[in-house]
């Protein structure tokens, strides 16, 4: 039994859309470090910060990303400081039983998919500098357009990096920033 989310497909495609966006020098947290790859990647040209709520994921990602500060947050409960950049691939596979152990808590996303996903949309921003941005991995199971329309209430456009269809869902990376008009 896996005890941190092994590197995967939505892993990987959020890994090739970070590579693209090709940033570097910038303070960076990524939400959910799991097996720490995406961290490793990001501490590579930035500074990064990584959090998670599985004890496993941050005794891996601590010894794989050395220069990093990687520390329990259940979210943003144990962050403090802004950043140029947010990112997170969260848990969001929608199931209609209850899943409750660590593990389970790398992929489930409750009900609708959105458990984890909505939380994380409300407070992001506080933890954002003005011109930052944030990158987040949705499926299509876990309704996009809600990601979307919530993400312009709080005055962020965002814009679609890259999309892979499976075979019972589709894999959406997302970009968010907020609108020129809300950076004054
Ligand atoms: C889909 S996995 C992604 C792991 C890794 N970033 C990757 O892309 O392979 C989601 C990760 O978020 C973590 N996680 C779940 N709920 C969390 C929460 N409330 N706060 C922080 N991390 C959480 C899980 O433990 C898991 O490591």
Known sequence: MCEVYPPSEDTFLFLEALKEEKFEGRYCLEIGVGSGVITEFLAENNTVDGVDIN???????????????IFYSDLFSSVRDKYDIIVFNPPYVPEEKEFGDIYDM??????NGRRIIDRFL??????????????MLQSSLSDLKKTIEKLKEKGFRSEILKTKKLFFEELIVIKAERDIINKR
């Open 55 to 69: 004890p496993k994921a941050i005794e891996i990602t601590k010894r794989r990303c050395k220069k990093c500060r």
């Open 122 to 135: 409300d407070d992001f921003d506080m933890y954002l500098k003005k011109n930052g941005r944030m990158y």
């Open 106 to 111: 790398s992929w489930y996303g409750g009900k």
